[in-house]
């Protein structure tokens, strides 16, 4: 009996005791060495067949668009990370990486053509305003001078950002462009 007694007394002071430790999260935004805000693309559509199994780390996605109109692509940077959002303008440069195309043909046995800058506009910069966990903008491309049976793709990076840290796995995507 004396021993039961003995157990209670070490649970109750185990259990009333517990709660004067601080618990600090081991992953997550709030966690030490954490990346926090994380500044990505979102994907402007399914994810092509085949990108899980490509060695290449670049997001892949293919569009259909009307052949001889300037159609819009759609494309959406995202804050996110935090679970929280944006706690003031971020600015976002975005860019064209002929290069991660290039390196995409090689290692997925691809074969895109880059678009030719005269047949889009892209801006420069967006902003993701303060409250908003992400921004729209929009790429106007002109079909009109497509090769029919040609894919041809936009390479888009996140060249920098006034906050957080550009994703690893979506500061970059190839957005493959087939013209019908």
């Not at 692509?73 to 935090?82: A, E």
């Not at 976002?92 to 074969?111: E, F, M, P, W, Y």
């Not at 801006?123 to 903008?137: D, L, M, S, Y």
């Not at 390479?155 to 087939?178: D, E, M, R």
Request: aromatic share 8%; hydrophobic share 45%; proline share 7%.
């Amino acid at each position: 009996m004396k021993r039961i007694f003995q157990n209670i007394a070490i649970l109750f002071v185990v259990l009333t005791l517990s709660s004067c430790l601080k618990s600090d999260p081991l992953i997550g935004p709030d966690a030490p060495n954490s990346a926090g805000a994380i500044i990505e693309f979102d994907n402007p559509d399914y994810i092509a067949s085949g990108s899980l199994t490509a060695s290449v780390k670049l997001a892949r996605y293919q569009l259909t668009l009307a052949k001889g109109t300037a159609s819009p692509l759609n494309i959406r940077v995202n804050y996110s990370g935090t679970g929280k959002p944006a706690p003031s303008d971020v600015t976002v440069g975005i860019g064209i990486d002929a290069a991660a195309l290039t390196l995409h043909n090689t290692q997925a046995s691809r074969s895109f053509t880059l678009i030719p800058a005269a047949w889009y506009t892209i801006p420069t910069t967006v902003v993701i305003p303060a409250g908003q966990a992400g921004v729209n903008f929009v790429i106007p491309i002109n079909t009109n001078n497509y090769v029919t049976g040609s894919t041809y793709a936009l390479p888009l990076k996140i060249n920098t950002t006034s906050q957080g840290t550009i994703s690893g796995n979506f500061g970059s995507i190839i957005v493959a462009v087939a013209a019908n």
